[in-house]
């Protein structure tokens, strides 16, 4: 909706506005804008329209995260560097089904700009080392699906995982 400097401006002056509540012993008025401006900060750091997109990928719903996602037009600009790698790691989820070669370049995309969280890291590589299985690239997948199972560590990949050992004993 607002791009990220307007973003932190519409915060600087929320809290300007706080500081002339409290001045003018309206303290109540200012404590509340200056939760306002918080909510501002907050969706600096946490892009409403990605919050969105996984709350519908959470419900299974693909068609309403890449709704959710098309309202980002550029992601470059619009976007700090971590949000813009789970961009591309959601767009990445998306291609999945549909192109696989697409899919390759946004998931390596997304781990090139830096995916911050272990579980999201491994779901990248195993989707990646499933690309390279596809692609008849045994030795990469391998090597993905390793690096997966090390970062999956609460388990969440494990039978993904193991599904795709005993695909890669098929080839």
Same mark, same amino acid.
């Given at each position: 909706m607002f791009s990220k400097y307007i973003?932190?401006?519409?915060a600087l002056a929320i809290s300007v506005w706080a500081v002339f509540q409290f001045i003018d012993e309206s303290i109540m008025n200012g404590i509340m804008l200056l939760l306002l401006a918080g909510v501002f900060v907050f969706f600096y750091f946490k892009n409403e329209f990605l919050l969105l997109a996984f709350l519908q990928i959470r419900k299974q719903n693909f068609p309403g995260?890449?709704?959710?996602?098309g309202f980002?037009?550029?992601?470059?600009?619009?976007?700090? =560097?971590? *949000?813009?790698?789970?961009?591309y790691f959601l767009?990445?989820? #998306?291609?999945?089904?549909?192109?696989?070669t697409k899919a390759e370049k946004l998931f390596k995309k997304a781990l090139s700009l830096g995916l911050k969280m272990d579980h999201n890291i491994a779901m990248a590589k195993l989707n990646l080392a499933g690309v390279a299985m596809h692609k008849r690239r045994k030795r990469e997948a391998t090597l993905l699906m390793n690096e997966a199972k090390k970062l999956d560590k609460?388990?969440?990949? =494990?039978? *993904?995982?193991?599904?795709?050992?005993?695909?890669?004993?098929? #080839?």
């Open positions: 973003k932190l401006v519409i995260a890449q709704k959710w996602l980002i037009k550029n992601p470059t600009s619009a976007l700090i =560097k971590s *949000q813009e790698a789970y961009y767009q990445g989820l #998306m291609v999945t089904q549909t192109s696989m609460h388990g969440m990949l =494990k039978e *993904q995982i193991q599904m795709m050992k005993q695909q890669m004993k098929k #080839m």
